[in-house]
């Protein structure tokens, strides 16, 4: 399943998982590395305005996985 956050488009079957920085309003997302190139992975940093557009966006990846 595929979720949008401004220009991201996010594969919510490849989260490793999600770390919730409340005091910044920011979500940093861990996604699966290939194994060939080490299994290391790749993360995405996301900021919003508000605590309830960050909680409502962690719902949606909660319902994608």
Do not use: C, P, W
């Not at 998982?17 to 920011?26: E, Q, S």
């Not at 996301?46 to 309830?52: P, V």
């Amino acid at each position: 399943m595929f979720i949008q956050h401004e220009e991201f488009l996010i594969n919510t079957n490849r989260i490793n998982y999600i770390k919730i920085n409340d005091a910044g309003l920011r979500l940093h997302i861990y996604f699966e590395g290939k194994e060939r190139e080490g299994g290391a992975g790749y993360n995405l940093n996301l900021r919003f305005d508000s605590e309830d557009e960050l909680n409502d966006f962690v719902e949606r990846i909660l319902k994608g996985i």
